[in-house]
């Protein structure tokens, strides 16, 4: 019996891959039936609060909860007590490796409170009133301490200490001092030294970034409910219900199969729902409450005591020949951890120079724990930081030799075969394509006017598979039922619903995906890493094998065939040769009606864990416009050109680059935590916090550029990080070329803007 | 023999060295290879490394085959955020 590659094939030729299908969660999410994390209840459930550590830095000497525990109405009151201390283990956490020793802390304070904002005790009660005044109750008596917020001050020898258990890891001799330093890294390839010694320009360049939130809309939500058996069922906005499972039953000494978790929708996440937070919180209330406990943050919560990400500062030093050969490279980056140690450093140190084919690099990076929460991440964590001031030097230096941008960074491109500096030789892959798309649009070629100015800049990410289950059912009436065990955030049920309908030959509209809980399927990771897409269709096309296979097996019993008369093709189980003359295909629908008769139901399960994820390149282009008297800059036209292997849902690519890049324009130019002297969050709201809206940027062009991954059965990439990581550089280089001006800190806000202008007497009315 | 480089500070793990010459077949013998001459390393690579064998990035991949003249990096695990 044989199966030809059934891939986008169905039945009447129509192919739902790569199509803009409409979006099986549309209608539900535009007429508000969708449910969020804080939209669903249970019966009598109870209210859950949560008191934060005021001070930035303080020893937690006692706390007295004995009054807030005797208010009527309140059912159970949490503090660290109720954490079991867990020892020192590392676990992925999104992108970055978190320690289970500093998880239990982060959820609730234990020796010391690290940040503004950290949890230190909450309560369950049955209003929002009495929870609010239970929290007054509680009697915390802190010793505070003196703190430190950046990252350079936290590195100093004389800084504030967080943990005097952290020594720097990554050096020789192992350091006898506790630091701040939690870590250093490093990369090299060749010889930087002899490197620089051909170079006859070298830039060298010290930048800042500040820290920035994920922003997402949705603020974070958890409502849960333990049995008296113990039996855990957990309700949350995340992007790894898995994830989460994995976590609550180990902080609180639960039976993974005890805890189950469903995702709810999610209003985004970008890389901040891939941790706990209020999860191991209600759980622990409603165990002892005896009660549901639902738990929502506030915008100011989702703010001071969820993950940003790092704030840093890169040099970046640079080397190329007259004609505009990168021979040398160096980087030193020093990132932001927040209160523990898990910065997104590592990738930001792999990612620097990857778009660039250069013979000699050395990148070293900092981890470093500061009095700020811990950070979480953030679409291509790492990247946009040391990209940022990697193509804001790679512009200058195409300025100082008088090269085109574009024509110095393909002279340069990582092309199918260079070897990147963190070790590998790249496979397939489409920088050149999108500098050649980018070079080709009608934008690239549109006159600017004074005060104006246009900047490019190119954007890597790895990209990842791993763990992933999926199921398909054929119903009774040949309709599929697909079940997917990774959050969608950015249209994954639309894209496995138009690979199961080719798989399997049927209409796109009779595939219905959900998102399963975590008793419905195997383990699957989290919703990041720009997999589930990738990884997610990988698994389809397993589970869509196993159901051919299945079918092709009942033909050949129904047919009294021999195994070589079988075949699927075309959406069908097809008879060959002479049986052809005997028999009809039959389709899916067809086996649907007598699967009783022929075995009993019809189903594959796609368990896999997904290897061969290819990496993205993207290369941006931004026209905007400085206004000399405030300092504003306003977004003329964005144009994103990225490699997507095969999109399989355009428009939902098309999303993804467009969101990519408009978070990345916040980043550039308005967003930032401001603390003051005493080590608080002056702007943790939306209106002082300053994201970009949709009257704040025009319509973001698309280019799709498809370079198949190989390793994929369609030629997916994933493609979610990469568009975030380009903005920061090009907007830089456009605003640049607009002043003359060449900004080293973000964001480029109207006030230092202005400032730099009036410095150079450049505003002046003449 | 595959050809195995280090990338980072694993090298600090065994003593500096950074690239060995194996006779691994699949990741998980050349995890067991490592760990026998460097005892050290041994935990970080049960942590969780990414290996790139000819260029293909694997992570949490013991089967995956490597050839007698592999080119092979071992680095840190890759994830992300999206």
Redo the contacts between chains.
């Keep these: 019996m044989a199966e030809t590659n059934g891939h986008a094939n169905g039945t009447n030729g129509q192919h739902a891959v790569g199509t803009r299908t409409i979006r099986p969660d549309g209608v539900d999410k535009v007429t508000g039936r969708a449910r969020f994390g804080a939209d669903y209840n249970l019966p009598g459930q109870l209210v859950g609060r949560v008191l934060r550590s005021p001070h930035a830095h303080a020893r937690i000497v006692s706390i007295d909860i004995r009054k807030a525990e005797a208010l009527p109405g309140v059912k159970a009151v949490i503090t660290r007590d109720d954490f079991p201390d867990q020892p020192s283990e590392f676990i992925p956490a999104g992108e970055m490796m978190m320690n289970y020793k500093d998880v239990v802390r982060n959820v609730m304070a234990r020796e010391k409170a690290l940040y503004e904002g950290h949890a230190v005790a909450a309560v369950a009660a049955t209003s929002v009133a009495i929870a609010r005044k239970a929290l007054k109750l509680i009697d915390v008596t802190y010793e505070v301490l003196p703190h430190v917020i950046d990252v350079v001050a936290a590195m100093a020898a004389n800084a504030p200490l967080l943990h005097d258990d952290l020594f720097t890891a990554g050096v020789e001799p192992k350091p006898d001092k506790p630091s701040n330093i939690a870590k250093r890294i490093e990369i090299k390839l060749g010889d930087v030294d002899a490197g620089f010694a051909k170079a006859d320009l070298v830039v060298d360049r010290e930048f800042k970034t500040a820290p920035v939130h994920q922003g997402y809309i949705e603020p974070h939500a958890a409502l849960a409910t333990v049995s008296e058996d113990g039996t855990t069922e957990c309700w949350t906005t995340t992007q790894g219900h898995f994830i989460v499972r994995a976590h609550c039953a180990r902080l609180l000494g639960l039976d993974i199969g005890k805890v189950r978790v469903t995702a709810t929708e999610i209003g985004g996440g970008f890389g901040g729902k891939t941790v706990v937070y209020l999860e191991p919180l209600a759980i622990a209330l409603s165990k002892k409450a005896k009660r549901p406990v639902k738990m929502v943050m506030s915008r100011e919560e989702v703010f001071k005591a969820s993950g940003p990400t790092s704030g840093a500062t890169v040099r970046v030093k640079l080397g190329a020949t007259k004609d505009g050969k990168f021979v040398a490279a160096f980087a030193e980056l020093k990132y932001q951890a927040g209160a523990f140690q898990g910065s997104p450093v590592q990738p930001g140190v792999m990612c620097a120079y990857a778009p660039y084919d250069i013979e000699n690099v050395h990148v070293i990076g900092y981890d470093v724990v500061s009095n700020r929460p811990k950070v979480a991440a953030y679409r291509a964590p790492g990247a946009p930081i040391s990209e940022y001031a990697v193509e804001s030097v790679v512009d200058e230096i195409a300025k100082k030799l008088g090269i085109d941008p574009i024509q110095l960074r393909m002279m340069n491109a990582a092309r199918e075969g260079t070897k990147a500096a963190y070790g590998p030789k790249f496979g397939p892959i489409g920088l050149e394509e999108t500098l050649n798309s980018i070079k080709k649009t009608e934008h690239w070629n549109t006159p600017l006017r004074k005060w104006q100015g246009r900047g490019v800049a190119s954007g890597f990410w790895f990209n990842i598979g791993g763990e992933t289950c999926v199921s398909l059912t054929v119903n009774e009436d040949g309709t599929i039922s697909l079940m997917a065990g990774t959050p969608d955030i950015g249209g994954l049920r639309a894209s496995l619903a138009a690979v199961a309908a080719d798989e399997l030959g049927v209409p796109y509209d009779k595939v219905r995906p959900i998102i399963g809980d975590t008793g419905s399927l195997g383990f699957n990771f989290l919703t990041g890493g720009s997999r589930s897409a990738f990884s997610g269709s990988m698994a389809i096309v397993e589970a869509a094998k196993l159901i051919k296979a299945d079918l092709i097996a009942r033909a050949g019993k129904l047919w009294e065939a021999k195994p070589d008369q079988v075949e699927w093709r075309d959406g069908a189980v097809r008879p060959l040769g002479a049986l052809a003359e005997k028999v009809k295909p039959m389709t899916v629908a067809d086996f649907a009606k007598v699967a009783g008769k022929t075995g009993g139901p019809i189903a594959g399960l796609g368990r896999i864990n997904a290897q061969g994820a290819g990496p993205s390149f993207g290369t941006h282009l931004v026209d905007l416009e400085v206004d000399p008297e405030t300092g504003r800059v306003t977004i003329l036209r964005y144009t994103v050109a990225q490699d997507a292997g095969k999109a399989l849902h355009p428009a939902y690519v098309e999303g993804q680059y467009q969101g990519g890049a408009v978070q990345g324009i916040g980043w550039a130019l308005n967003e930032e935590y401001i603390y003051g002297e005493d080590g608080k969050l002056q702007n943790a709201g939306f209106l002082d916090y300053r994201m970009p809206v949709a009257s704040d940027v025009p319509m973001i062009d698309t280019v799709l550029v498809e370079v198949a991954n190989p390793k994929h059965p369609y030629g997916v990439r994933g493609v979610g990080e990469t568009p975030i990581v380009p903005p920061l550089g090009a907007i830089a280089n456009a605003i640049e070329n607009a002043t003359g001006i060449r900004f080293t800190e973000l964001p480029m806000s109207p006030p230092k803007v202005l400032k730099a202008l009036t410095d150079k007497g450049l505003n002046k009315v003449s | 023999m595959a050809r195995v480089?280090l990338?980072?500070?694993l090298a600090?793990l065994t003593g500096g060295v950074a690239e060995f010459d194996l006779s691994a077949t699949s990741v998980k013998q050349l995890f067991e290879q490592l760990s026998a001459l460097h005892p050290g390393i041994e935990r970080h690579l049960e942590?969780?490394v990414a290996v790139?064998i000819?260029?293909?990035?694997?992570?949490?991949?013991l089967f995956?085959p490597i050839g007698p003249r592999s080119?092979v990096?071992i680095?840190?695990?890759?994830?992300?955020?999206?």
């Design positions: 480089v990338i980072g500070n600090q942590d969780g790139a000819d260029g293909q990035i694997v992570q949490d991949a995956e080119e990096f680095m840190p695990a890759i994830a992300g955020g999206r």
